[in-house]
């Protein structure tokens, strides 16, 4: 009885109602508390909605600390040697007590990031909140840029992790990685150098690859998240609040006669009848705490439990330790990046004496390309106001299908890639068996 008493105290500890009976007392408690720095005193009845945030920004947040949990708990074992990172990660997964679960926390969080982190840019442009409602002083569009560049920074955390277990399907997920890379025009084998600390994957490239993936990069999710959460509060909170404020019915001042009048006789007309546009805001909206607390704490421990569970069906694989002699077939890279591959491979055409390079057309030229499309589109997008902080506005209709489409496209080459290919990347459904192939050496 007494476990479940401090239980019930603690979940009132953590959403305790705070109504403030004055903007004194509102602005006193905020400076002081630490959790209140992250809310409004007030926030509307869209923002906490299920159905429009989906709160993957709140999820994708939630697995990077869980990232960093298990990534810190892992630190503590692994040694980032090419002689021990194999046997140290072959001790975590078989000898220390829970390594394996730590390990596959670690990876199935990585794996869900990279998913609900494109998951959301997802839902952000489809709710057109790239764009500026009637905030004074919004810049979405730079908050969708920063978005932008923390989807890429996410791809390049779970791509720098890869590497560490030092066995086969990282090793070789790896070359395959850099060597798209190195076709980028005039920096692709300074890019590729750099990444590696040489021409060859060995314990230079090991040892970048671990300070990028647990100084560097997460230092830079960090600053940039909390650079997202400002603009929002700045922005004046989610695209649907400026939705909700156009949608309120404007309470009309009481008419005013017009009459005439006369200055001294110099001058003379009539009154300007004006009527102001007035928006309920106690209609719209609610406390942030408990409201807004209690969801988020629940949304982060569904994230955690989903998580845990399926860290138990999906263990952490661990291959052979890496050969460099014993070339898979076939190499896969990572597979949020498969699709690239993919599209590398379609590319790659001989006429005659004449190859189009592939790795430079999907790998570099169409990545880059999508990306600065995604950059520039806010500047471009003329729609209306009414078309901010809402699902497929009509207004949007060809621009959400045609984003769509790239999205579904870059899915399905994705699952192509991931279940449909076999040796010499030749094609091949799920119930074919494949051919043995001869290794090559």
Same mark, same amino acid.
């Given at each position: 009885?007494?476990?479940?008493?401090?239980?019930?105290?603690?979940?009132?500890?953590?959403?305790?109602?705070?109504?403030?009976?004055?903007?004194?007392?509102?602005?006193?408690?905020?400076?002081?508390?630490?959790?209140?720095?992250?809310?409004?005193?007030?926030?509307?009845?869209?923002?906490?909605?299920?159905?429009?945030?989906?709160?993957? !920004?709140? =999820?994708?947040? +939630?697995?990077? #600390?869980? /990232?960093?949990? @298990? %990534?810190?708990? $892992?630190?503590?074992?692994?040694?980032?040697?090419?002689?021990?990172?194999?046997?140290?990660?072959?001790?975590?997964?078989?000898?220390?007590?829970?390594?394996?679960?730590?390990?596959?926390?670690?990876?199935?969080?990585?794996?869900?990031?990279?998913?609900?982190?494109?998951?959301?840019?997802?839902?952000?442009?489809?709710?057109?909140?790239?764009?500026?409602?009637?905030?004074?002083?919004?810049?979405?569009?730079?908050?969708?840029?920063? !978005?932008? =560049?923390?989807? +890429?920074?996410? #791809?390049? /955390?779970?791509? @720098? %992790?890869?590497? $560490?277990?030092?066995?086969?399907?990282?090793?070789?997920?790896?070359?395959?990685?850099?060597?798209?890379?190195?076709?980028?025009?005039?920096?692709?084998?300074?890019?590729?150098?750099?990444?590696?600390?040489?021409?060859?994957?060995?314990?230079?490239?090991?040892?970048?690859?671990?300070?990028?993936?647990?100084?560097?990069?997460?230092?830079?999710?960090?600053?940039?998240?909390?650079?997202?959460?400002?603009?929002?509060?700045?922005?004046? !909170?989610?695209?649907?609040?400026?939705?909700?404020?156009?949608?309120?019915?404007?309470?009309?001042?009481?008419?005013?006669?017009?009459?005439?009048?006369?200055?001294?006789?110099?001058?003379?007309?009539?009154?300007?009848?004006?009527?102001?546009?007035?928006?309920?805001?106690?209609?719209?909206?609610?406390?942030?705490?408990?409201?807004?607390?209690?969801?988020?704490?629940?949304?982060?421990?569904?994230?955690?439990?989903?998580?845990?569970?399926?860290?138990?069906?999906?263990?952490?694989?661990?291959?052979?330790?890496?050969?460099?002699?014993?070339?898979?077939?076939?190499?896969?890279?990572?597979?949020?990046?498969?699709?690239?591959?993919?599209?590398?491979?379609?590319?790659?055409?001989?006429?005659?004496?004449?190859?189009?390079?592939?790795?430079?057309?999907?790998?570099?030229?169409?990545?880059?390309?999508?990306?600065?499309?995604?950059?520039?589109?806010?500047?471009?997008?003329?729609?209306?106001?009414?078309?901010?902080?809402?699902?497929?506005?009509?207004?949007?209709?060809?621009?959400?299908?045609?984003?769509?489409?790239?999205?579904?496209?870059?899915?399905?080459?994705?699952?192509?890639?991931?279940?449909?290919?076999?040796?010499?990347?030749?094609?091949?459904?799920?119930?074919?068996?494949?051919?043995?192939?001869?290794?090559?050496?």
């Amino acid at each position: 009885m007494q476990i479940v008493r401090d239980v019930k105290g603690l979940f009132r500890k953590l959403t305790w109602t705070w109504n403030p009976s004055s903007e004194k007392e509102a602005g006193d408690a905020i400076v002081k508390n630490l959790m209140l720095h992250w809310f409004p005193n007030k926030i509307t009845l869209g923002s906490i909605s299920w159905r429009y945030s989906l709160w993957l !920004g709140t =999820i994708s947040f +939630v697995l990077f #600390l869980i /990232l960093c949990g @298990t %990534g810190v708990v $892992l630190m503590f074992l692994y040694v980032p040697s090419v002689e021990r990172a194999y046997g140290s990660v072959k001790d975590i997964e078989f000898v220390v007590s829970f390594g394996w679960l730590m390990r596959s926390m670690h990876r199935v969080s990585a794996h869900l990031m990279v998913a609900v982190v494109f998951l959301h840019m997802v839902r952000v442009f489809l709710t057109g909140a790239f764009k500026n409602g009637r905030t004074v002083g919004s810049n979405r569009p730079m908050n969708w840029i920063i !978005g932008l =560049i923390l989807l +890429v920074t996410t #791809l390049l /955390l779970s791509f @720098t %992790g890869y590497l $560490l277990p030092w066995d086969q399907l990282a090793f070789w997920a790896i070359t395959v990685g850099t060597n798209i890379a190195s076709s980028a025009p005039l920096v692709g084998e300074q890019i590729r150098f750099f990444l590696l600390g040489g021409n060859t994957i060995d314990q230079s490239a090991l040892i970048r690859f671990y300070v990028l993936h647990v100084f560097f990069l997460p230092l830079v999710v960090l600053v940039l998240f909390s650079w997202h959460m400002w603009r929002i509060r700045k922005d004046g !909170g989610l695209a649907v609040a400026d939705r909700e404020a156009l949608d309120q019915t404007a309470e009309k001042t009481a008419p005013v006669k017009s009459k005439t009048y006369s200055l001294l006789g110099i001058t003379n007309g009539t009154t300007v009848h004006v009527q102001n546009a007035m928006v309920d805001e106690e209609k719209n909206s609610l406390s942030s705490v408990p409201n807004l607390s209690r969801r988020i704490w629940l949304v982060s421990l569904a994230t955690f439990v989903v998580t845990f569970i399926l860290s138990f069906i999906f263990r952490a694989p661990l291959e052979g330790a890496a050969n460099p002699s014993v070339t898979p077939n076939p190499a896969k890279a990572p597979w949020y990046f498969l699709w690239l591959q993919e599209i590398v491979t379609d590319t790659t055409i001989k006429l005659g004496p004449v190859t189009i390079n592939g790795a430079l057309i999907g790998g570099v030229l169409l990545p880059a390309l999508l990306l600065i499309l995604a950059i520039w589109w806010p500047y471009r997008d003329k729609s209306g106001l009414q078309a901010v902080g809402v699902w497929f506005a009509p207004e949007r209709k060809k621009q959400n299908l045609v984003f769509l489409a790239i999205c579904l496209f870059i899915i399905l080459l994705t699952v192509v890639g991931t279940f449909l290919r076999g040796p010499y990347w030749n094609f091949y459904w799920p119930w074919e068996s494949w051919p043995t192939m001869p290794v090559r050496f």
